[in-house]
T-cell receptor, first 113, second 113 residues
């Protein structure tokens, strides 16, 4: 069973649209839930993280976690062309006293002007 | 803003050759990581490193791989005898403590021919 599943898209929206990106995960032991943004030829950049069920807002971005259904979402309001990137969901797993990130495959988003 | 620096940005090597990928983590960070991303695939954990020793390694990180912090600033990943399937983007990351708030470098694209 795959640990983190993410619809790879691609997703293309007009500027100003609300974007919804989603992931599911399989292991209840995952502790932190994150969204990374990755521009072409760059490393992942942390956007948001949370550890509890519910919503967390940061400007135009809202991260949502539902632990009961093992579902992670990222909403982008008033999307801009500069939001065009690949968005990766990730969860953390602690094993043997050390943490590691487990990533989804990423959703490629294009926001058209 | 502090950043993780990786060199080279792109390396082409012949199958069977040794390669060393270099990283300069953020100066006050204590935890170091290598991840890789095969084209079209997920970002995968390779190894974590703390206090001059490996904290955890994945199944991918076999005897062909090694890591070192030779001089207190650089953090290197060595692949002893490269295979075609080692072709990937390799990302170095560091964190101040054993937390989830990694900073990733821009990656080294390794091409094995």
């Amino acid at each position: 069973q795959k640990e983190v599943e993410q619809d790879p898209g691609p997703l293309s929206v007009p500027e100003g649209a609300i974007v919804s990106l989603n992931c599911t995960y399989s292991n209840s032991a995952f502790q932190y839930f994150m969204w990374y943004r990755q521009y072409s030829r760059k490393g992942p950049e942390l956007l948001m993280y949370t550890y509890s069920s519910g919503n967390k807002e940061d400007g135009r971005f809202t991260a949502q976690v539902d632990k009961s259904s093992k579902y992670i979402s990222l909403f982008i309001r008033d999307s801009q062309p500069s939001d065009s990137a690949t968005y990766l969901c990730a969860v953390t797993l602690t094993q043997g006293g050390s943490e590691k990130l487990v990533f989804g495959k990423g959703t490629k988003l294009t926001v058209n002007p | 803003e502090p950043e993780v620096t990786q060199t080279p940005s792109h390396q082409v090597t012949q199958m069977g050759q040794e390669v060393i990928l270099r990283c300069v983590p953020i100066s006050n960070h204590l935890y170091f990581y290598w991840y890789r991303q095969i084209l079209g695939q997920k970002v995968e954990f390779l190894v974590s490193f703390y206090n001059n020793e490996i904290s955890e390694k994945s199944e991918i990180f076999d005897d062909q791989f090694s890591v070192e912090r030779p001089d207190g600033s650089n953090f290197t990943l060595k692949i002893r005898s490269t295979k075609l399937e080692d072709s990937a983007m390799y990302f170095c990351a560091s964190s101040e403590w054993d937390s989830d708030l990694y900073t990733f470098g821009s990656g080294t694209r390794l091409t094995v021919v």
